[in-house]
């Protein structure tokens, strides 16, 4: 039962670590493209509808994830008037997808690992 109760902890832990992978990697790609003013409330935005997509996107399949967190930072980023390309700003927000979740589950395979769940 202690395992059980440490691995549900563990696994919110890494859902907060996943969205705040999310976070930094969006700040980090509004700074690069130039945007100043209120950089950490865009960001908070940006990740959270990504986030979001890449939340709905797991539940339905795990490919999903690669293709609405996309979409959704896409979305997002249209209405931030950040000047980038259509096509660039989609494999942005693939790109920000793949490495947050890649970082993500490498950690919590480690840490299931580590608990002996794994």
């Given at each position: ?36 003013d ?9 990740a ?5 997509g ?45 490495v ?19």
């Amino acid at each position: 039962m202690l395992y059980r109760l440490i691995t549900l902890i563990g696994g919110l832990v890494f859902v907060a670590a996943l969205f705040a992978l999310v976070w930094f990697f969006c700040k980090k790609f509004l700074q690069h493209h130039g945007v100043t003013d209120q950089t950490s409330d865009r960001a908070t935005v940006l990740a959270t509808w990504t986030f979001a997509g890449i939340a709905i996107g797991l539940v339905f399949a795990v490919v999903g994830a690669f293709v609405l967190g996309p979409w959704a930072f896409y979305r997002t980023l249209r209405g931030h008037g950040v000047d980038i390309a259509d096509g660039a700003a989609i494999w942005w927000g693939f790109g920000i997808v793949a490495v947050s979740l890649a970082i993500t589950a490498a950690g919590f395979f480690g840490f299931l690992m580590l608990v002996g769940a794994y």
